[in-house]
């Protein structure tokens, strides 16, 4: 079946043809960071129109790239949340419409089961495994059973690692979103310049922390006496992913233990992050376990990871209802076969 797969959670207007679930025909993504950077975040109104302005431009594009018309695709999967809801609902409104004219089924894809089954689009992966999955909403440690069948391990008790990744750069005077230039500057600086906090690290549950690493980073910019530049700069940029890859790995690797799941995902936009993926495989070898990560098309944000859910759940017969809602909050654990309102 070829799906026409919706994507507005957040900042990208995204859309991608599919094949059986598996195999991309396109996956078009129209950023809007362009706009969200002057205000240092996103503005959930702005948002909203952006979409409204993009989603039928980028649809078309999705379509043309894959070469094939409105009247071969055999199915619609969209994004029904957790995100901001006015964006949400742009792409689901798209959905819904095209599902209606063209009498096609709908389902309805948790944002961060398109994230999490990802790599399935490009490499075999056997069911359970362990995904942690980091973006700039969640920071999440799930037992992938099967596709709709997902249990939280852990998750953030405050911001999610994308999001600290964003304020800490904004703090140091960086662009947004500042995770990638914190990638780039870390990669030249020295991880153990200063030793900032690793919450939660050493009590006994999956749950992450960061919001205390980022307040250690604002107390040590607080206490220079100058403006942090140079190698300073890419000193406390390398100790500060030192720190978060350092919580992010290390309590991984302990859910694969304590799960005894030997295939872990890692998912997300931080899922780019080079010092996560260089520790994560380092420490997976040596434990045994395999680690996948999406190549980095499929990290960020995009349509074509709606696929993987979006195909299963209509191939066996579960469509959503024409009035299904957006949800701007949603447990990924009350996802899968909860496709009605
Ligand atoms: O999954 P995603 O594209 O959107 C959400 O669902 O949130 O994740 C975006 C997040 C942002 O916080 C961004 O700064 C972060 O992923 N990110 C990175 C890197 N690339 C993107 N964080 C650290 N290192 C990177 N290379
Ligand atoms: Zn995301």
Known sequence: ?????????????????????????????????DVHARYGGVVPELASRKHLEAITVVVDEALGKAGVSLGEIGGIAVTRGPG?????????????SIAFARDL??????????????????????????????????????????????????????????????????????????????DRLAAQGNPQA????????HQKNLDFSFSGIKTAVL????????????????????SFQEAVVDVLSRKTMRAAEETGLKRIVVAGGVACNSGLRTRMQ???????????????????????????????????????????NALASWPLDQAGCELSR
């Open 1 to 33: 079946m070829l799906l026409l797969c919706i994507e507005s959670s957040c900042d990208e207007t995204a859309a991608a043809v599919v094949r059986d679930g598996r195999s991309i025909l396109s996956n078009v993504v129209a950023s809007q960071v």
């Open 84 to 96: 901001l809801v006015g964006a949400l609902l742009v792409g689901l409104s798209v959905a819904k």
């Open 105 to 182: 089924p709908l389902a309805g894809v948790h944002h961060m089961e398109g994230h999490i089954l990802a790599p399935l689009l490009e490499q075999e992966i056997p069911f359970p495994y362990l995904a942690l999955a980091v973006s700039g909403g969640h920071t999440h440690l799930y037992r992938v059973e099967d596709i709709g069948s997902y249990r939280i391990l852990g998750r953030t008790l405050d911001d999610a690692a994308g999001e600290a990744f964003d304020k800490v750069a904004k703090l140091l005077g960086l662009a947004y979103p500042g995770g990638v230039l914190i």
């Open 194 to 201: 200063i030793d900032f906090p690793r919450p939660l690290l």
């Open 219 to 238: 107390n040590h910019v607080r206490r220079q006496s100058g403006p942090i530049e140079g190698d300073q700069l890419k000193d406390l940029a390398a």
């Open 282 to 324: 380092t420490l997976a070898r040596e434990k045994g376990v395999s680690v996948h990560f999406p190549s980095p098309a499929l990290c960020g944000d995009n349509a074509a990871m709606l696929a993987v859910a979006g195909d299963r759940y209509l191939e066996e017969g579960r469509r959503a209802p024409l009035d299904l």
